[in-house]
């Protein structure tokens, strides 16, 4: 596997991509739910920010974590990444919410042929496309 450059600090990436999403430090740590202390102190170079962070700032980006911390990647975040934040926004709410793991659970249980029906009953309550 080849080896990727830091060709940038954390703090220029960020800087970058708020500028390019009209963010400020404001709606970033509303979003990301990081504080606006934390959110200047990556800025500042002072701190730079570890996987959870990355992530959080990442996602409300729009680019990728490794270009984020300054590596010679792509900027985009991939489909395949949206689909992982997609799995981690579930995870992260069968842990916090009881009434949505028992459905998800009562869902794992149905057979595959019955997800059309499930999807459609969803959708017409208002569920996403």
Same mark, same amino acid.
């Given at each position: 596997?080849?080896?990727k450059e830091r060709v940038?600090?954390?703090a220029q990436r960020i800087k970058e991509a708020m500028d390019l999403a009209g963010k400020n430090q404001a709606s970033l740590a509303q979003e990301t &739910?990081?504080?606006?202390?934390?959110?200047s102190k990556y800025l500042s170079g002072k701190v730079e920010p570890r996987s959870p962070a990355a992530h959080k700032l990442a996602v409300a980006l729009n680019v990728s974590e490794m270009w984020l911390w300054g590596y010679d990647v792509p900027k985009v975040r991939t489909a395949e990444q949206k689909k992982n934040d997609a799995i981690v926004d579930v995870?992260?709410?069968?842990?916090? &919410?009881?009434?949505?793991?028992?459905?998800?659970?009562?869902?794992?249980?149905?057979?595959a042929n019955d997800y059309a029906s499930v999807?459609?009953?969803i959708r017409s309550l208002g569920g996403r496309k």
């Open positions: 596997m080849e080896r940038a600090t954390a &739910d990081l504080s606006k202390g934390t959110i995870v992260t709410k069968l842990r916090k &919410d009881a009434n949505f793991f028992e459905v998800v659970s009562l869902l794992a249980k149905l057979p999807e459609n009953i």
